[in-house]
């Protein structure tokens, strides 16, 4: 996914706090986007920073620094629902398109 | 009813058809774009379009074709389609429109095209 790096599965148990971190090759970036995405459906966007700190959404919280190109989407007060893969995304100062990285399958146990 | 939607959802075809897949939307965007997801991979950017005479390659345009209709309509076409073309395809829209809100330019997904190269 052109230098996008996140965790290929993670498992927390229901109720419980998740951190899913990404990485970002920083040249060209305009924002950062997470996604989610249920088993067999379109992603749907959950959150978006451009400016470096915390974006906060419900139990949902997105996190930001430009220098580092690093982002973590934090999740609390886990539900059985939010068992998803979570889709961390670049968009490009060039041709303004998004660059996906290859997902983070998040398993929620009760 | 969905704001982009896509058809055929699911196609089984053999190796050298011609395939169109075809994205529409009610939501006045002047973006569209299509993916294709593969396990592991996430979603590569296969072609996108800003305005209706403007098209665009992405990282995998190769063996792709599109056609931007109208504003409203994105279709898809593999002139021959090979195994390797498997996979599930998305389309989606977004705006460069700062009317109103603030737009953070996010994308909106089609429920998706699940097609199968024999």
């Known amino acids: ?110 | 009813d969905a704001d982009v939607t896509q058809t055929p959802r699911n196609r089984i075809t053999k190796t050298g058809k011609r395939i169109m897949l075809e994205c529409s939307q009610t939501k006045g965007h002047d973006r569209m774009y299509w993916y294709r997801q593969d396990p592991g991979l996430g979603l590569r950017l296969i072609y996108y379009s800003f305005d209706v005479k403007d098209i665009n390659k992405g990282e995998i345009s190769d063996g792709y074709s599109v056609s931007r209709q109208a504003q409203a309509k994105f279709s898809l076409s593999l002139e021959s389609a090979i195994p390797n073309q498997t996979a599930l395809y998305f389309c989606a829209t977004s705006t460069s429109s700062n009317v109103g809100q603030a737009n953070t330019g996010e994308l909106f997904f089609g429920e998706g095209s699940r097609l199968t190269v024999l």
């Open chain 1, 1 to 110: 996914g052109q230098n996008i790096d996140q965790p290929t599965e993670m498992t927390a148990t229901e109720g419980a706090i998740v951190q899913i971190n990404c990485t970002y090759q920083t040249s060209g970036f305009n924002g950062l986007f997470w996604y989610q995405q249920h088993a067999g459906e379109a992603p749907t966007f959950l959150s978006y920073n451009v400016l470096d700190g915390l974006e906060e959404k419900g139990r949902f919280s997105s996190f930001l620094s430009r220098s580092k190109g690093y982002s973590y989407l934090l999740l609390k007060e886990l539900q059985m629902k939010d068992s998803a893969s979570y889709l961390c995304a670049r968009k490009r100062n060039y041709g303004q398109n998004f660059v996906f990285g290859p997902g983070t399958r998040l398993s929620v146990l009760p």
